[in-house]
């Protein structure tokens, strides 16, 4: 009994030493990332895998710092970083050096945005969308008649339906050949023909979120991830932990996923090198710590340091947990903290060629 209490008070001692310095990491970080219109943190970029990160949050609205990023607001592509906020969508290209956005008034209401194969979507859950091509700067309603052959199609009576006679669309996705996906409230649908006719090719999700490589498909569903060989007119199950998947992206020869596991209740990564046909877990070193366990007992509150996004950079994995921005060059099976995380919120990442942009998850 007495080598219990002298053992209790020693364990105290070294949460309190590792809380301490956790702090500090985080103060010093947010010293080093403020900027002098008082606008910080907002995003972050490296262009060295990681390992020096850079705030280009000046020339964006100072608004953003408190309301965060809305996750649909925003993506990444060959051509850099575009972000939706007050009446504008704003674009950072990666190599800028010194000015590092440029704005376009933008004509509509729409709050999301997405790639499209040549250029910009815009688009609202009524399914209001517009069309940017690059190198032009008209914007052009587009999908005109898809509630009405997705209300025909989706015969669901929910909310959508009772007020607006809709169908609530919540993801717009482009493969390289031209086929569009969108994903509503109940199904995903698909059109070959630019939007004049649309299938229904899955049911009972709705926000799923496609990613495509050398002609296979995976997407994210209620029942883990999914995966499609001939351009998503049928869909077969490849990883389920009795959870929903959360994420999925391409990496050098195949596909990386993020999904929920309802057994440790956190999040798990996963890899493929075959196009996703077969997958292995990775990433044990980026599952809760015995430390944040004990301290998840001692509060009565769920895990916070689920896996946010996980993203390739050259070499490179890099993970985002709302505790900081992890890096692998071993392809997941040892992890390495390059920045900790900024007034108690993790990094959502996104990657431009060999720039990774961090954004704070306020919000998304």
Request: one cysteine or more.
């Amino acid at each position: 009994m007495k080598r219990l209490f002298v053992f209790v008070p020693a364990i105290l001692l070294v949460l309190f030493l590792l809380n301490s310095f956790v702090l500090k990491e985080k103060k010093t970080l947010e010293e080093t990332t403020k900027t002098k219109s008082g606008v910080e943190n907002i995003v972050l970029r490296s262009t060295d895998g990681g390992q020096t990160w850079q705030d280009i949050s000046k020339g964006l609205p100072e608004k953003l710092q408190r309301e965060g990023v809305w996750s649909r607001g925003l993506f990444t592509n060959n051509r850099g970083l575009y972000l939706r906020a007050g009446n504008g969508i704003y674009h950072s290209e990666p190599n800028s050096t010194t000015h590092f956005w440029t704005k376009e008034i933008f004509p509509g209401t729409q709050r999301d945005i997405a790639p499209s194969k040549n250029g910009i979507f815009a688009y609202n859950f009524r399914g209001q969308f517009l069309q940017k091509i690059n190198g032009t700067s008209d914007w052009s309603p587009l999908y005109t008649n898809f509630q009405e052959q997705a209300v025909r199609i989706d015969k669901t009576i929910d909310w959508m339906y009772k007020n607006y006679k809709e169908r609530e669309v919540r993801t717009v996705f482009e493969t390289a050949g031209g086929t569009v996906f969108i994903g509503s409230n109940n199904c995903l649908f698909r059109s070959t023909n630019s939007g004049k006719t649309w299938k229904q090719v899955h049911v009972g999700d709705g926000s799923m979120k496609l990613v495509e490589s050398n002609g296979v498909l995976l997407s994210t569903s209620t029942v883990g991830i999914l995966r499609s060989t001939d351009d998503g007119q049928n869909w077969d199950r490849v990883i389920s932990e009795g959870g929903a998947g959360i994420a999925v992206e391409r990496i050098n020869g195949g596909f990386a996923a993020i999904v929920y596991n309802t057994i440790t209740q956190t999040n798990s990564v996963h890899i493929s090198l075959d196009s996703g046909k077969t997958w292995n877990a990775i990433g044990e070193e980026l599952q809760p710590s015995w430390y944040s366990s004990l301290i998840t007992k001692i509060s009565g509150h769920q895990s916070s340091l689920n896996i946010l996004s996980i993203k390739q950079v050259g070499k490179y994995l890099i993970c985002g947990r709302p505790d900081g921005i992890f890096r692998s060059s071993d392809m997941g099976k040892t992890w390495k903290l390059l920045l900790p995380s900024i007034k108690n919120m993790g990094f959502n990442l996104s990657v431009s060629g060999n720039v990774i942009y961090a954004i704070p998850n306020r919000g998304c």
